[in-house]
């Protein structure tokens, strides 16, 4: 198998430990990349900023630390779905998230971030149609979202957001047809 033409590495539910190891940076076709639910160490590894096609990061319930690291903002310009939640994280929220063009679902719910919030942050204007899950205290929206694996090893997804005390609900938001 060529590691460096995969394109979908699910290992999310499992009982991983220890860090991400650095290497994942040769999958440089990867679209996506689900670690979530896992009971991994450490920080986000550098070394994913090499995977600039990205469209998934799960990297949800996972047990990382450190910063959450601007060259997300920065690199990972393909992005569409960004779980980051209940993790272990230190600091604000980087302002360089502001600049994800396709982002759709930004979920950084129970991860212990503090300070001020990018501008583009639960802001209906900027963010149109994208989902946040920000609930913090400094936050003033938040989001229930929800993503399954059916046994057929497609990917199906959804995401419900409260916003204002309007739900909105989307499926199937990875569809190459939107």
């Not at 799960?58 to 779980?83: A, D, M, V």
């Not at 759709?104 to 501008?119: A, I, K, V, Y």
Request: charged fraction near 15%; proline fraction near 4%; include cysteine.
């Amino acid at each position: 198998m060529h590691w460096s033409s995969l394109q979908i590495l699910n290992l999310a539910n499992n009982r991983f430990f220890g860090r991400i190891p650095n290497f994942v940076g040769i999958l440089s076709w990867i679209e996506t990349f689900d670690l979530q639910n896992n009971s991994f160490s450490g920080e986000i590894p550098s070394s994913l900023k090499n995977c600039s096609g990205l469209q998934f990061l799960g990297l949800s319930n996972t047990s990382l630390s450190g910063i959450i690291p601007n060259w997300i903002g920065e690199s990972l310009i393909s992005l569409n779905f960004l779980h980051l939640k209940s993790n272990h994280f230190v600091g604000g929220i980087p302002w360089e998230l502001c600049q994800l063009p396709n982002i759709l679902l930004l979920d950084l719910f129970d991860s212990n971030l503090s300070g001020h919030r990018p501008w583009c942050i639960c802001n209906p204007t900027t963010l149109a149609r994208k989902a946040i899950s920000a609930k913090h205290h400094f936050f003033n929206c938040s989001l229930v979202s929800n993503g399954y694996y059916d046994y057929e090893g497609s990917y199906v997804d959804e995401a419900s957001f409260i916003w204002r005390g309007k739900e909105y609900h989307y499926e199937n938001l990875t569809s190459k047809d939107h």
